[in-house]
């Protein structure tokens, strides 16, 4: 390899840093992974908690993205699958919204739920049809907007709209605000409408784990990267481990780790994107609250919207028996940092989860409380996709930052900042 260490380094074993090292191994170049937590996944982690499951946010894999068909072998990550559906905490009580095709047997109570409102399927069913029919449509042909702008228009404005789409995306996109793209939206729900999504047997972590695997050079762990410097033929990434020099390095960091990183070197200065927070709460109960394989919303207040401060919630052991201990039971409770109650406390949010289930949550024991202000890239109109990856000659960037905020984005961005290396490194 002459003058270097290695092909090409790779900062960053997150899902995109992970897909890259994969797609570059298979062109036949060495790629070495840096990476400065103790483990792989970047913010897809889970915590083993006295035989609990317990993930960092409340996270789901959607098996119907392509990038998952094409790249990660479902079968063996054992998905178990929530419910086709959603419970709702209305003002008049719990409605249930559920797929006749997937739940025969809640189609009398969908039907009766008072949210089906005839014009408000008919504006969604519009809204939403070119997506359904071809997947890009919505990315580049249709004219964006934001979310809550594009449905007013679209004319969908009862409750279906208020009080389920609202509230499922907000929880969803980490973000009440209604700002982000509707063309990115629609192609999210298209996802969903195509698949259950579910949760690996071994926990979400389970992902990136199976992706480090398939790789020849381990990871190298607990190695973080303090500066890149970039000479005429060679970069040199300076580490915990020493320095390494390569042909190419690719910074697949976190979005708010970048500007650090950036700025230590010789490297164009790189601005954090923004991005949008939550905080999930996870309690262990001796009883299931419901037996409902669905996620719960909370469209309580009057005019939509939550009453307290947990957007949606769900018993996660109903769906993913593997994710707690036999006779226990795991409850997740999701709350947005952009709201004022975002850091809830304890007692509050105990008492927000006894009303939304109707029962006592003293015997209730917390496991977890993760507050996440970089959950998801912010990702307003127009939606731009496939953003410029090359920061110098041979500095690549990837995350879902790069190209929608998803498990999607990351393995597509991963995908494409290796294809671009490899064509540079083969001239």
Request: net charge neutral; charged share 20%; aromatic share 4%.
């Amino acid at each position: 390899m002459g003058s270097t260490d290695t092909d090409v380094v790779i900062i960053g074993a997150g899902l995109a840093g992970l897909q890259c090292a994969r797609r570059l191994q298979r062109a036949g170049l060495q790629a070495t992974v840096l990476e400065a937590a103790d483990s792989v996944g970047g913010r897809v982690a889970t915590e083993r908690i006295d035989g609990f499951l317990c993930d960092r946010g409340f996270q789901v894999l959607n098996p119907a993205y392509p990038a998952v068909r094409a790249w990660i072998d479902e079968a063996a990550l054992e998905l178990q699958s929530f419910g086709t559906g959603v419970d709702v905490r209305t003002p008049e009580g719990m409605r249930t919204l559920a797929s006749p095709l997937h739940h025969p047997g809640h189609a009398l109570r969908t039907l009766r739920s008072g949210l089906l409102e005839p014009r408000d399927l008919a504006a969604l069913a519009r809204w939403m049809g070119p997506t359904m029919l071809r997947a890009t449509v919505s990315s580049r042909a249709t004219r964006d907007a934001t979310l809550s702008a594009s449905l007013d228009t679209a004319g969908a404005t009862g409750r279906l709209r208020r009080d389920v789409l609202d509230t499922f995306l907000a929880g969803v996109l980490a973000d009440s605000t209604g700002q982000n793209s509707a063309n990115y939206v629609r192609l999210l729900l298209r996802s969903f409408a195509l698949a259950t999504p579910g949760l690996p047997r071994e926990g979400m972590q389970a992902l990136p784990a199976q992706m480090a695997a398939s790789l020849r050079e381990p990871v190298q762990l607990a190695t973080p990267a303090d500066a890149v410097r970039e000479g005429s033929r060679t970069v040199t990434v300076h580490s915990a481990a020493g320095p390494v020099r390569a042909r190419a390095v690719v910074l697949a960091v976190g979005p708010q780790d970048l500007p650090a990183l950036t700025t230590a070197g010789s490297l164009p200065p790189l601005p954090a994107p923004p991005m949008h927070g939550l905080t999930t709460w996870w309690f262990a109960a001796p009883e299931p609250p419901t037996r409902s394989t669905f996620l719960r919303l909370d469209a309580s207040r009057e005019g939509g919207g939550p009453a307290g401060p947990i957007w949606n919630t769900a018993v996660i052991s109903n769906a993913a028996p593997s994710y707690a201990p036999p006779g226990q039971h795991l409850i997740q409770a999701t709350i947005l940092l952009d709201q004022p109650d975002g850091q809830a406390d304890e007692a509050a949010v105990r008492a927000d989860l006894g009303r939304l289930f109707g029962t006592s949550t003293r015997s209730w024991e917390v496991l977890a409380h993760h507050v996440l202000p970089h959950t998801l890239p912010a990702l307003p109109p127009p939606l731009v996709d496939r953003s410029p990856q090359r920061l110098s000659a041979r500095v690549f960037v990837c995350g879902d930052h790069r190209d929608t905020g998803s498990i999607q984005g990351a393995l597509v961005s991963g995908d494409r900042a290796a294809q671009a290396i490899t064509g540079i490194l083969a001239v």
